[in-house]
């Protein structure tokens, strides 16, 4: 079993910024990809940013404000939230999973951080 840890989130003014921290622990095998989706009511669950194996992917509504980053080979990752607008307010989950070249894991998430964009 694998638990993430979240932190981080608020309330902040447009154009102001936020740090999204997600730590795993537990059974972890192979290489991780950690990520950050975040979803609003009565839409499905999109993709933030993401990364594994030194590689990332963003969202293009993200791009250029957003940064997700990992400290070494800890299974820990961040969400630098820079230039937030209101459209960004969502609940955000941090997403885990570890692979081989043969297998890969159920997808792990974490409890879910509010993050709101507001004057």
């Known amino acids: 079993q694998v638990q993430l840890v979240e932190s981080g989130g608020g309330l902040v003014q447009p154009g102001g910024s936020l740090r999204l921290s997600c730590a795993a622990s537990?059974?972890?095998?192979?290489?991780?990809?950690m990520g950050w989706y975040r979803q609003t009511p009565g839409k499905e669950r999109e993709l933030v940013a993401a990364?594994?194996?030194?590689?990332?992917n963003y969202a293009d509504s993200v791009k250029g404000r957003f940064t997700i980053s990992r400290v070494g080979a800890k299974n820990t990752v961040y969400l630098q939230m820079n230039s937030l607008k209101p459209e960004d307010t969502a609940v955000y989950y941090c997403?885990?999973?570890?692979?081989?070249?043969?297998?890969?894991?159920?997808?792990?998430w974490g409890q879910g951080i509010q993050v709101t964009v507001s004057s």
């Open positions: 537990g059974s972890i095998f192979g290489i991780s990809a």
């Open positions: 997403n885990f999973y570890y692979y081989s070249d043969y297998w890969r894991s159920d997808d792990y």
């Open positions: 990364t594994s194996d030194g590689s990332t």
